[in-house]
C-alpha cells in the first residue's frame, strides 16, 4: 500500500512539472525585481511562463532599475503598460501584441523591435535612435525627441500628440490633421531639427512654424533636402497697387479677408481667416476656393486667380502654392460700425471700458479706401451706467444727455479701433438682468457703398459675479423666424502666475448656425481661426498675454463673431460655450450662451423697464416687485410670469412677493400691466 501511494504521488510531481515551462532571465537586475514583485513565478533566475501570475499582468514598471536586458518581457501576454525608463537598455526584445502604452525613456536605445498593433502610446524620448519601425494605426501620441533621427514613418491619421525637437529630422511625413498643441497633455513641437520646409500646415502650429514654406519638389532654394511636395491649398491676398497681378514689394497683404471651400458640387466645406497667408489642407479632390467680397470694401483684381478659382489636387499632385487673390479698393466708399465691444467687470459701482469700432472699413483689412471722407460717428448708451471720461488716447466726445457723438474731418486719419472708447461705471442699484443697450451710427450713408453696415445695435449684462472666461451672446431673446445676426463674444483672462505663450479657443457652434455666414467682428490679438463644418477653431499663437497679478487689464483677451441662423429657426433655443486652452493647463469650459425665440407679447418692452425692480434676482424662493409709483393701488396692476418660450406660467393681482420655489430652474419673464396695458417686461431667473 505505501509503495501504491509514493507511486501516485511521483505521478502528480512529474505531471505538475511537465505542466510548467521555465525560461531563462539572464539580466540579474530584472530577475531581482522578478523575485521582488512575482515571487511565485520565480525559481531562481528561471520564470514560469505558464504562471497566472505572468500571464495575467497588465502593468510592469521598472524604471530606474539598472537592467540592461528586458528579455523575458514578451511572455506577458496581457500586458497593457511597460515603463522601463531609465535603465541602461540598448534594445527590447519582442513586445507583448496587447501592449498599448510603451515607456521606454531615458535608456541607450539604438533600436526598437516591431511595435505592437494595439499601442497607444509611445514614450521613446533621450535615447539613441536613428529610426523608428512602423508606427501601428492606433498609435495617438508619439514623444521621440532628443534623438538622432532622420526622418520619422508614416504618421497614423489618427495621431493626436507628437513632439520629437531636438533630432536630425530634415523632412517629416504629413502631419495628420488630428494633432493638436495641448500643453496639457502633449506639446506639438517639431523645433530644433534641420528641415527647411513642411509637407502641410496644420492648426496646432506655432507661428513661427508656419512661417516655414510649403515643400516642393525641385524647388532647391526652399527645399535643399529634396522633400516630397507638400499637399493642401495655399495663397496670400494682397493690394495690387499697380494693378498687375503680381505680388510686388510695398503691395499689402489683406488682413481678416475670410477664404470659403467649396468641392466640386457647390457644398460648403469650411473658412479660414486671412494674415500673411492663408491654408486648407485637403487631400487629392476638386475644389473652389473662394474670397468672400460681399459687402466688403476691396473686389478681386484679376481673373486668375480670381474671386472664385477652381483647384484640382491629384493623388500624384496634391499641392497648389500660389492661389493668391489680387485686390483693389471698390470705388467710392464705404464708412460704417465694424463692433461694439465691452471688456472689464459690468458689476454696480465697478467701472468698465465701452468700445466702439468704426470708420474707415477699409482698415479692417489693411488698407487705406477712404481717405478724404469726413461725417460723423455718434452712439447712444441705455441702462444702468454713468459716462466717466474717454480712455487715454481716444477723441473727447460731444456729450448731450446719454448721446456721445464725433465730428470727423477725414475718416482717413482715425484710428478706428482705440478713438471711440468711453470709461462707464455701473449703477450700484443696477441688478443682474439689466442691459446696457448700445446704438451706433456712421454717416453719411448717401453714396456709401455698404449703408447696411452704417448702423449697429449691441447689448451686454449686468453681471453679479466675476468670471472672466465666459461666452456671451446678442440678441438673447428673438421673435419667431428670425434670421438676422446672432454675435457671440468669448472673453478670456489669464488668472495664472505667469504668461500664457499660447491660447486655443475650441467652439462647436450649434447645428442650428449656419458656418457659411461667419464673420469675424473684432478681437484682442492676432489669431488664426478655422472653420470646418460647424466646428470654430481660434488660436493666438504666441500671445504672450500676461497674468492678471502682474497686469489685470494686460491680461483679458476676447473674439466677437457674428453668425446667422438657418432658416425655419422657430420655438427653439440655440446654445453654445467654448473651451479655452491656456498652454499646459486643461481646458476652461465656459458658460453656455443661449439664444431664445419668444413670443412677442414676451420681448416687446424687454430690457427696457425703469418703472419697477425685482428682487433678488436671481432667486430660489420668492421675489419681491417694486413699484416705482407707490401711490397707484394694486387693483390697477397685474402680474403676468411666462418661460423662455413665451408659455405663460401665472398670471396674478399685483402683489409685492410672489413664491417662485414650485418652478423649474431656469430663465422666466415677469411682465407689470397697468389696467391690460404692458409696461414692460423684465428678466427672473430661478435658481
Given at each position: 500500500?505505501?509503495k501504491i501511494?509514493?507511486?501516485?504521488a511521483?505521478i502528480?510531481?512529474l505531471?505538475n512539472l511537465?505542466?510548467?515551462t521555465?525560461?531563462?532571465i539572464?539580466?540579474a537586475?530584472f530577475?531581482?525585481?522578478?523575485?521582488?514583485?512575482i515571487?511565485?513565478?520565480?525559481?531562481?533566475?528561471q520564470m514560469?511562463?505558464?504562471s497566472?501570475?505572468i500571464?495575467s499582468?497588465?502593468m510592469?514598471?521598472?524604471?530606474?532599475?539598472?537592467?540592461?536586458d528586458l528579455t523575458?518581457?514578451?511572455?506577458?501576454?496581457?500586458?497593457?503598460?511597460?515603463?522601463?525608463?531609465?535603465?541602461s537598455l540598448?534594445g527590447?526584445p519582442?513586445?507583448?501584441?496587447?501592449l498599448?502604452?510603451?515607456?521606454?525613456?531615458?535608456?541607450q536605445?539604438v533600436?526598437?523591435?516591431?511595435?505592437p498593433?494595439?499601442?497607444?502610446r509611445?514614450?521613446?524620448?533621450n535615447?539613441?535612435?536613428?529610426?523608428?519601425p512602423?508606427?501601428p494605426?492606433?498609435?495617438q501620441?508619439?514623444?521621440c525627441y532628443?534623438n538622432q533621427?532622420t526622418?520619422?514613418?508614416?504618421?497614423?491619421?489618427?495621431?493626436?500628440?507628437?513632439?520629437c525637437?531636438?533630432?536630425?529630422i530634415s523632412?517629416f511625413?504629413v502631419f495628420?490633421?488630428k494633432?493638436?498643441s495641448?500643453?496639457?497633455i502633449?506639446p506639438?513641437?517639431?523645433?530644433?531639427?534641420p528641415?527647411t520646409?513642411?509637407?502641410?500646415y496644420i492648426?496646432?502650429?506655432?507661428n513661427?512654424t508656419?512661417?516655414?514654406?510649403?515643400?516642393?519638389?525641385?524647388?532647391?532654394?526652399?527645399?535643399?533636402?529634396?522633400?516630397?511636395?507638400?499637399k493642401?491649398i495655399?495663397?496670400?491676398v494682397?493690394?495690387?497697387?499697380n494693378?498687375d497681378?503680381?505680388?510686388?514689394t510695398?503691395?499689402?497683404?489683406?488682413?481678416n479677408g475670410?477664404?470659403?471651400?467649396?468641392?466640386?458640387?457647390n457644398?460648403?466645406?469650411?473658412?479660414t481667416?486671412?494674415y500673411s497667408?492663408?491654408?486648407?489642407?485637403?487631400?487629392?479632390g476638386?475644389?473652389r476656393?473662394?474670397?468672400d467680397?460681399v459687402?466688403?470694401p476691396?473686389?478681386?483684381?484679376?481673373?486668375?486667380p480670381g474671386i472664385?478659382?477652381l483647384?484640382?489636387l491629384t493623388?500624384?499632385?496634391?499641392?497648389?502654392d500660389?492661389?493668391?487673390?489680387?485686390?483693389?479698393?471698390?470705388?467710392?466708399?464705404?464708412?460704417?460700425v465694424?463692433?461694439?465691444?465691452r471688456?472689464g467687470?459690468?458689476f454696480p459701482?465697478?467701472?468698465?471700458?465701452?468700445?466702439?469700432v468704426?470708420?474707415?472699413?477699409?482698415?479692417?483689412?489693411?488698407?487705406v479706401?477712404?481717405a478724404g471722407?469726413?461725417?460723423?460717428?455718434?452712439f447712444?448708451?441705455?441702462?444702468?451706467?454713468?459716462?466717466?471720461?474717454p480712455?487715454?488716447?481716444?477723441l473727447?466726445?460731444n456729450?448731450?444727455g446719454n448721446?456721445?457723438t464725433?465730428?470727423?474731418?477725414?475718416?482717413?486719419t482715425i484710428d478706428?479701433f482705440?478713438d471711440f472708447?468711453?470709461?462707464?461705471?455701473?449703477h450700484?442699484n443696477a441688478?443682474?438682468?439689466?442691459?446696457?443697450?448700445?446704438?451706433?451710427?456712421?454717416?453719411?450713408v448717401?453714396?456709401?457703398n455698404?449703408?447696411s453696415?452704417?448702423?449697429?445695435?449691441?447689448?451686454?449684462p449686468v453681471?453679479n459675479?466675476?468670471d472672466?472666461?465666459?461666452?456671451e451672446?446678442?440678441?438673447?431673446?428673438?421673435?419667431?423666424?428670425y434670421n438676422?445676426?446672432l454675435t457671440?463674444?468669448i472673453?478670456f483672462?489669464?488668472?495664472?502666475?505667469?504668461?500664457?505663450?499660447n491660447?486655443r479657443?475650441?467652439?462647436d457652434?450649434?447645428?442650428?448656425l449656419?458656418?457659411?455666414?461667419?464673420?469675424?467682428?473684432?478681437?484682442?490679438?492676432y489669431?488664426?481661426l478655422d472653420?470646418?463644418g460647424?466646428?470654430?477653431t481660434?488660436r493666438?499663437?504666441n500671445?504672450?498675454?500676461?497674468?492678471s497679478?502682474t497686469?489685470r487689464h494686460g491680461?483679458?483677451?476676447?473674439?466677437q463673431?457674428?453668425i446667422?441662423p438657418?432658416?425655419?429657426?422657430?420655438?427653439?433655443?440655440i446654445?453654445?460655450?467654448?473651451?479655452?486652452?491656456?498652454d499646459?493647463n486643461?481646458?476652461?469650459i465656459?458658460n453656455?450662451?443661449?439664444s431664445y425665440?419668444?413670443?412677442?407679447?414676451?420681448?416687446?418692452?424687454?430690457?427696457k423697464?425703469?418703472?419697477?425692480?425685482?428682487y433678488p434676482n436671481?432667486?430660489?424662493?420668492?421675489i419681491?416687485?417694486k413699484?416705482?409709483?407707490?401711490?397707484i393701488?394694486?387693483k390697477?396692476?397685474?402680474?403676468?410670469?411666462?418661460?423662455?418660450l413665451?408659455?405663460e406660467?401665472?398670471?396674478?393681482n399685483?402683489?409685492?412677493?410672489?413664491?417662485i420655489?414650485?418652478?423649474?430652474?431656469?430663465i422666466?419673464f415677469?411682465?407689470?400691466?397697468?389696467n391690460k396695458a404692458?409696461i414692460?417686461?423684465?428678466?427672473v431667473?430661478?435658481?
Open positions: 500500500m505505501k501511494v509514493t507511486l501516485l511521483l502528480v510531481c505531471a511537465k505542466a510548467q521555465y525560461v531563462t539572464p539580466d537586475n530577475v531581482t525585481w522578478l523575485q521582488t514583485n515571487p511565485s513565478a520565480m525559481n531562481g533566475n514560469d511562463i505558464t497566472p501570475a500571464t499582468q497588465t510592469i514598471v521598472v524604471s530606474n532599475q539598472n537592467i540592461s523575458g518581457i514578451e511572455y506577458f501576454t496581457s500586458l497593457l503598460y511597460l515603463n522601463c525608463e531609465n535603465n540598448t527590447l519582442i513586445l507583448p501584441n496587447s498599448s502604452t510603451l515607456r521606454c525613456a531615458y535608456n536605445l533600436t526598437l523591435p516591431t511595435l498593433t494595439s499601442l497607444t509611445l514614450y521613446c524620448q535615447n539613441s535612435l536613428t529610426s523608428l512602423s508606427l494605426n492606433s498609435l501620441w508619439l514623444r532628443f533621427l526622418s520619422l514613418p508614416v504618421l497614423p491619421v489618427g495621431l493626436r500628440g507628437l513632439d525637437h531636438n533630432n536630425n523632412c511625413p495628420p490633421e494633432l493638436i495641448s500643453p496639457a502633449q506639438f513641437d517639431i523645433s530644433s531639427n528641415f520646409c513642411l509637407p502641410n492648426l496646432a502650429m506655432d513661427a508656419l512661417n516655414y514654406p510649403l515643400c516642393i519638389s525641385g524647388n532647391t532654394l526652399t527645399n535643399p533636402n529634396g522633400c516630397g511636395t507638400g493642401g495655399t495663397g496670400i494682397f493690394h495690387d497697387l494693378s497681378c503680381v505680388n510686388n510695398g503691395d499689402l497683404l489683406i488682413k475670410m477664404v470659403k471651400l467649396y468641392n466640386n458640387s457644398v460648403f466645406l469650411g473658412m481667416n486671412t497667408s492663408y491654408f486648407f489642407n485637403d487631400t487629392s476638386v475644389y476656393v473662394v474670397l467680397t459687402n466688403k476691396y473686389a478681386v483684381q484679376c481673373i486668375n472664385d478659382s483647384v484640382t493623388p500624384t499632385y496634391v499641392l497648389e500660389s492661389v493668391d487673390f489680387a485686390v483693389i479698393c471698390k470705388p467710392g466708399f464705404d464708412v460704417g465694424q463692433s461694439i465691444n471688456t467687470f459690468v459701482g465697478l467701472t468698465h471700458t465701452l468700445t466702439v468704426a470708420g474707415d472699413m477699409s482698415l479692417w483689412n489693411n488698407l479706401c477712404n471722407i469726413g461725417g460723423t460717428v455718434s447712444s448708451v441705455n441702462g444702468p451706467v454713468s459716462y466717466v471720461v480712455l487715454a488716447g481716444a473727447t466726445p456729450v448731450t448721446v456721445y464725433y465730428t470727423i474731418a477725414n475718416f482717413g478706428n482705440t472708447r468711453l470709461a462707464l461705471t455701473t450700484t441688478q443682474v438682468g439689466d442691459f446696457i443697450c448700445v446704438n451706433a451710427t456712421v454717416t453719411p448717401n453714396g456709401d455698404v449703408p453696415n452704417n448702423v449697429l445695435e449691441f447689448c451686454y453681471v459675479s466675476y472672466p472666461n465666459i461666452k451672446v446678442y440678441p438673447v431673446t428673438v421673435q419667431s423666424n438676422d445676426w457671440y463674444t472673453h483672462q489669464n488668472t495664472g502666475n505667469a504668461p500664457a505663450v491660447i479657443l475650441e467652439d457652434l450649434d447645428s442650428k449656419n458656418p457659411e455666414t461667419f464673420q469675424v467682428m473684432n478681437y484682442s490679438h489669431n488664426i472653420v470646418k460647424n466646428h470654430l481660434v493666438f499663437p500671445i504672450q498675454l500676461v497674468d497679478t497686469d491680461s483679458i483677451g476676447f473674439i463673431y457674428r446667422k438657418n432658416t425655419g429657426w422657430v420655438n427653439d433655443t446654445k453654445n460655450k467654448a473651451s479655452i486652452y491656456f499646459y486643461a481646458p476652461i465656459t453656455t450662451a443661449k425665440i419668444l413670443m412677442p407679447t414676451a420681448v416687446k418692452e424687454l430690457y423697464v425703469n418703472g419697477f425692480d425685482v436671481p432667486s430660489s424662493s420668492a419681491h416687485i413699484i416705482a409709483d407707490g401711490s393701488t394694486s390697477t396692476y397685474s402680474i403676468k410670469i411666462m418661460d423662455v413665451g408659455k406660467i401665472l398670471t396674478t399685483y402683489k409685492e412677493e410672489i413664491n420655489s414650485n418652478l423649474e430652474k431656469g422666466y415677469l411682465s407689470v400691466y397697468q404692458l414692460g417686461t423684465k428678466k431667473v430661478k435658481e
